[in-house]
């Protein structure tokens, strides 16, 4: 995985930052708050959701497995069928083998599908480099695009802009779009539509992500709503997909699973408007030239890890971050990363490595361990679980320097070691707790507990301890 | 070492020791539904605001005239080897038309091969009557004809009645967008307009 977004501090920080911007937390209040009610309604229809859970856990557990297997089984079945498979150990490997693809399609601009693979290698910033323009078509991401702005969710890349700031980005940067338009969200489409209509019929290569790769019979899948999925997969001549290695499910029956869990756990739908699949080439049917890069980027550091594996369970659907307290008042770009959210705090450290950056050995904190993330996760990922063994990570990784909670933990396991220490400690702590104290209260202390108490009032020690009351009794 | 020895090298010793025997998946999820099923695939379309209409099979031809003249589409596309009599006056997709000729259509009518009565959910496969798949995506207008022994229940009916290797297109309602404050708007670029007609 490329570097943490350039400047970017640490989740503390940008969060202190996030929560001023009033207009922010109102945008994602309403916005995680509609889409939690459309989610829940859906999956209270079905009678079988935990089945379909366990069902959904198993298939891609089965995957991670064996993903060796199953990755050679669709390269195999994807040749067969007339594409062409490449591997990218990294970011900068898979950038590379998409420029010289588009270069060698003699084209200097694609259309592009929304994915979160391409966002994580910065695959844009890329082909700018290398001279070739990239058309975001997704809506949020064009507005995303247009805004010159981060995607701070993974469905909803735009969720952090309300009505008015989006006219305000289509009239500064849409050519053609006049003050006439309105911020009603219909015609904010139209413009929209009207905009990358040319683009969609003229554009000679894609590029595009999927949401699923089935190894038995080599079959990619991308779900959408817009259309312009479609609209890449089908009209260009060349076809590129950039596909992490943990997207695969072992059999076409599986599907069956993961096309009713994606959608109701992301957009709160029983089906999402479109779905297609294609394998390989279809003779007089779309792209005439499909070729598929398998990306490794971090995946297998993170298989590696018995209890981080579960992250790479993950289908993107986001329903984590609707409900995740943290992330409705923080929103996504204080992360500091495309994974934002409940998420995006175990993966991204796993995938850059737990101490690749400032921001990565933040992220596993970024949580209240309310754990409402595992209780809507449609394939079970125990975030929590995963959240707490991160944290011990992170706090490992910084062992060898002399830190406040190592230094308090050796004091404690002295003073618990014996009971006349722990009862001469408690008689200490009462005394010194009504010195600091001011109504009942400690505040802001110096020192090394300036990290603990600088956010929160921590209760006085009451006067008397248990043990001198039920000695007493 | 090249990318994918490299890769498959890690994916190896990254499992090295865990129990390589396959997990079985357990399937005792819903895989079939009982009732009224053409009642509730009419319903569930409409839920997705698309118009839905019920006909018999010797009235085709005169309720697809109805709805493309309520809908005001005058120029229609449709698939080589749809039955000629459905729509008369249309422009054959043979030899294929291209993009431009697409675009300047008005609508397009089509059959397709499944449809998912729970999900509301048509599916096209490129079989008899459905043509390529550019064919339903550029034109603002979809006609759809679905018999009603096409319908099935649940999607896991729909996927054992498909073949993953053929270009599948699954149409859930019109094009759709919630992206804005996450209302719902109809039409971004594939066909605003979806009408099912439902046959039998």
Not at chain 1, 133 to 162: C, F, K, M, W
Not at chain 1, 194 to 221: E, I, M, P, Q
Not at chain 1, 222 to 243: A, D, F, K, Q, Y
Not at chain 1, 260 to 286: A, C, F, I, K
């Amino acid at each position: 995985m490329t570097g943490t977004w350039l400047g970017m501090p640490p989740f503390p920080v940008a969060a202190r930052e996030a929560l001023g911007n009033e207009q922010l937390r109102t945008n994602l209040r309403k916005a995680t708050g509609t889409i939690r009610g459309k989610r829940a309604a859906v999956v209270d229809e079905r009678a079988d959701w935990e089945a379909l859970r366990v069902a959904g856990k198993e298939i891609k557990d089965r995957t991670l497995h064996n993903l060796d297997t199953y990755l050679e089984q669709l390269e195999r079945k994807v040749t067969e069928s007339g594409g062409v498979v490449h591997w990218a150990r990294d970011a900068a490997e898979a950038n590379r083998i998409v420029i010289d693809l588009v270069r060698a399609a003699e084209a200097d601009e694609v259309v592009k599908v929304k994915s979160m693979a391409t966002q994580e290698i910065e695959l844009n910033e890329a082909l700018a480099e290398a001279g070739i323009a990239a058309y975001e078509t997704d809506l949020a991401e064009l507005i995303v695009q247009l805004g010159h702005d981060r995607p701070s969710h993974i469905l909803v890349p735009a969720i952090h802009r309300n009505r008015s700031e989006i006219r305000d980005i289509f009239l500064r940067e849409m050519p053609g779009v006049t003050a006439a338009l309105t911020d009603d969200p219909a015609e904010l489409a139209a413009a929209a539509r009207a905009h990358l209509r040319r683009k969609f019929l003229t554009a000679k290569v894609a590029v595009s992500g999927a949401n699923f790769a089935v190894a038995d019979s080599g079959t990619l899948v991308v779900v959408e709503s817009e259309g312009n999925g479609r609209m890449c997969l089908t009209l260009p001549e060349v076809l590129i997909s950039v596909v992490g290695i943990e997207k695969l499910v072992p059999t076409w029956q599986d599907l069956e699973v993961m096309l009713q869990l994606l959608p109701r756990s992301s957009t709160g739908e029983r089906m999402n408007p479109y779905t297609s699949t294609w394998t390989g080439v279809t003779p007089g049917d779309g792209p005439q030239e499909f070729h598929l890069i398998l990306l490794d980027n971090g995946r297998t550091g993170a298989l590696a890890d018995d209890i981080g594996r579960q992250a790479l369970r993950c289908i993107r659907c986001s329903a984590c971050l609707n409900v995740c307290p943290v992330y409705e008042r923080t929103g996504g770009h204080a992360y500091g990363s495309v994974y934002p959210g409940p998420i995006g705090a175990i993966l991204t450290p796993q995938l850059r490595g737990v101490t690749a950056d400032e921001v990565s050995p933040t992220l596993p904190f970024a949580s209240t361990l309310c754990g409402a993330c595992y209780e809507v996760c449609p394939v079970l990922i125990d975030i929590p679980q995963a959240l707490v063994h991160l944290r011990a990570k992170a706090v490992d990784a910084k062992r060898g320097k002399p830190s406040a909670e190592r230094t308090a933990m050796r004091v404690a396991q002295w003073v618990f070691g014996s009971s006349r220490r722990l009862r001469l400690a408690q008689r200490l702590v009462s005394i010194g707790g009504r010195v600091l104290g001011r109504r009942g209260r400690i505040g802001r202390l110096p020192g090394p507990f300036k990290g603990w108490s600088g956010a929160r009032d921590t209760a006085t020690p009451p006067r008397q301890t248990f043990r001198t009351w039920w000695e007493s009794r | 070492m090249t990318a994918r020895e490299e890769i498959l090298g890690r994916i190896r010793s990254a499992l090295s020791t865990v129990d390589k025997a396959e997990i079985v998946v357990s399937r005792d999820y819903q895989q079939a539904i009982e009732g009224d099923l053409v009642g509730l695939f009419a319903e569930r379309v409409a839920d997705y605001r698309a118009a839905v209409v019920r006909t018999t099979a010797d009235t085709v031809p005169e309720a697809i005239a109805e709805q493309l003249a309520h809908f005001g589409i005058g120029s229609v596309v449709t698939p080589a080897d749809l039955p000629a009599d459905w729509v008369p006056q249309a422009v054959t997709d043979a030899p294929p038309l291209d993009v431009p000729a697409l675009d300047a259509a008005d609508g397009v009518v089509t059959a397709c091969a499944v449809g998912i009565a729970e999900t509301g959910t048509i599916v096209l496969d490129a079989g008899p009557g459905q043509s390529r798949r550019a064919l339903t995506l550029v034109p603002d207008f979809h006609l759809c004809v679905v018999r009603t022994d096409q319908i099935v229940g649940t999607v896991p009916e729909a996927i054992a009645r498909l073949d993953g290797t053929r270009p599948l297109t699954w149409i859930s309602g019109p094009s759709a967008t919630s992206d804005i404050e996450l209302n719902r708007v109809e039409g971004v670029h594939g066909p605003r307009t979806l009408v099912v007609l439902i046959v039998g």
